[in-house]
Each structure stands twice: as structure tokens, then as C-alpha cells.
């Protein structure tokens, strides 16, 4: 998942990891810590049990094969170090994304997702719906949700005079 968001959503290196979102009561099951990041300001490492342990011949690789391995049960969120720069999702603070986390945890097993700014490399990040929408056109995302509505890609008409935007902005 880590790479496919990076080349399909991001156009950004594929080896680069995201930061997950967990819900407040559960980060200490996931990372070694106990206290509110709410702003993905904290990094911790990813607790030893979700640690996935390098086969003999993954010891051998180098670079991005490397990169590429696999380090814990959340590998999207795990940094090549074990660690992760978390956001710890209260109910009273943000009532709607902590019951979409619930709901992911009931469905997956897991009260963990990945959490990324929205916006493509080089861009700035969406600031209104018509970011958002414009974003969400430009790249491989397929589905939208803002507030309560939710677009399908495959239902959206191409942007009209839309030109090769990846020229307007520079890339890091």
C-alpha cells in the first residue's frame, strides 16, 4: 500500500512511509507510547510483537530492496528504523474520524490507518473542496469523500481545459 500511494496518489519516491492515525486508547498496543500526539509531532518505535523478523535472505538485500521488506504488521506506518511518526485520535476531539477508525478496527482488526497530508508532491495542500476535487481528478484516488458526500472517480467528468499539471508546480 506504501508504494501505491506513493506512485499513484503522491508522485512521490515509493519507498517513503506515511504516518498512521490510531485511536488515543489503543496507540500503546501498537507503539511504544503512552501519550497524546495529536498534531504527528511524537515519533516512537512500533512495539517488538508487531516486529515481522527478516528471513535469511532479505539480510542479503541493500537499497531499495531493502526499503521494499516488509518491517511490522503495519508496514505503511513502520519507518525502516521500527519507528513512526504518530496522530492520536481522541473521540471528543474529532468525533468523526475517531468513529471512521472504529469502524475500521471492527472491520480489519486493526485501529490504525495510514494518514498523509492531502496533496500531490510538490503542491500545497487542499485547502477547500475545489483542491480537494481538482486533487482528487489529477490522480489515481478512486473515490472522494467530503463531508457526507462520496464521488467515484469512475462517475466524475474529466476536468475541461485541464493542462499538464504536473508542470505547475516543482517537484522536491
Excluded at 56 to 61: A, D, F, I, S
Excluded at 126 to 136: G, L, M, Q
Excluded at 152 to 170: A, H, I, N, V, Y
Aim: aromatic share 12%.
Amino acid at each position: 500500500m506504501q508504494s501505491v500511494l506513493n506512485l499513484k496518489i503522491k508522485y512521490r519516491e515509493s519507498f517513503r512511509p506515511f504516518a498512521p492515525s490510531v485511536l488515543r486508547e489503543r496507540v500503546s498496543d501498537y507503539f511504544q507510547m503512552s501519550r497524546d500526539s495529536p498534531y504527528m509531532l511524537l515519533v516512537a518505535p512500533v512495539l517488538e510483537k508487531r516486529r515481522l523478523p527478516f528471513d535469511p535472505g532479505q539480510k542479503e538485500l541493500w537499497g531499495i530492496d531493502l526499503l521494499n521488506v516488509p518491517r511490522s504488521d503495519i508496514p505503511s506506518v513502520t519507518h525502516i528504523d521500527y519507528s513512526a511518526r504518530i496522530q492520536t485520535v481522541h473521540e471528543e476531539t474529532n468525533p468523526r474520524y475517531y468513529k471512521l477508525l472504529k469502524a475500521f478496527e471492527e472491520k480489519t482488526g486493526y485501529a490504525t490507518c495510514v494518514n498523509t497530508s492531502f496533496n500531490v508532491r510538490g503542491e500545497p495542500i487542499v485547502c477547500t473542496p475545489e483542491d480537494a476535487y481538482r486533487c482528487f481528478m489529477r490522480t489515481e484516488m478512486d473515490i472522494l469523500v467530503i463531508e457526507n458526500y462520496v464521488l467515484r472517480k469512475e462517475d466524475q467528468k474529466p476536468l475541461e481545459g485541464d493542462s499538464d499539471w504536473k508542470k505547475e508546480f516543482e517537484l522536491d
